[in-house]
């Protein structure tokens, strides 16, 4: 639902020898034919969920689904617990680097991660750089004109404000004519934008909109005092307010909740398709629950994939 720092670097999530992995510039024969005994790629030792992940095994009527059996996936990193690096300072792990990873061995590919600006995403599987967008994004009828989406998960708006809420802030109503921080180009920034019309409409007066290309810096606003509440979603602030290093209680913003989903080129109606059955047979064994459940994400989980169910 955000944007993020771009870093531009393509992360390629290496398989593992001891899986007897095989070179992506094997033959193409091999690529375009993955089998349950086909080299898949292993879960870093970081992703919470590995041990579920790389148990989990290709569905032979989803083969050769992906072209060039490659899954490429982009996602942005620095969005905990949806996105952030392992301990080598460079490997994805996350919610969704965890579910990219599901899914490719679920359709019995190997999967690449590429970390990129929000704004550059949609563009990137609209011209083939990528395949699939797994990034925390909103599924809105206004994207819906570029990109199809399958929903994976269910998820609302919260607010970070600083340790003790000085401030007094418990609902939105509450931020008229107080500084709000968010990503720009975003959910958060549409709903910061809502709440400071309805202030406006009300006699009150607006709230004043910082708005920052990434969720480090929007953070930062309430910590300085630049800002009373950073708006984003609502598992991120709680992940960050975990923190005691952040110094901020996270709110929550009911009535917000709305589908994230899987971004693909509409004109690829044969990835949305399998992506939507891997998605769904993971539902259906049980694996997506847990991978979620590894992450602390149980509340986000949805009971079907449904493709572009946003408004």
Known sequence: MKTRIALGTVLLIAATSACGAQSLNGSAKAADQ???????????????????IDAITPDPAL???VPGGVLKVTTSVGYP?????????KTPVGLDPSLARAIARKLGTRVTVANEDFN?????VLTGRYDVILSSMSDTAERQAKVSFVDYVQA????????????GIRTTADLCGKTISVVDNGSSLALANSVSAACKKSGKAAAGILKFAGDQEALLQVGNGRAQANITDYVVAASKAADPRTGTDAIAVPGTESPWGIGINKDNQQVVSAVQAALNSLIKSGDYGKILHAWGLDQLAVASAVVNGGK
């Open 34 to 52: 993955p089998s349950a005994t086909a080299s898949l790629d292993q879960a870093p030792a970081d992703d919470k969920a590995a041990s579920v």
């Open 63 to 65: 083969a050769g689904k």
């Open 81 to 89: 617990p949806m996105e952030i690096f392992a301990g080598d300072g």
């Open 120 to 124: 550059a995403q949609i563009p990137g």
């Open 156 to 167: 609302g708006a919260g607010m970070l404000v600083k340790k003790g809420n000085p401030a």
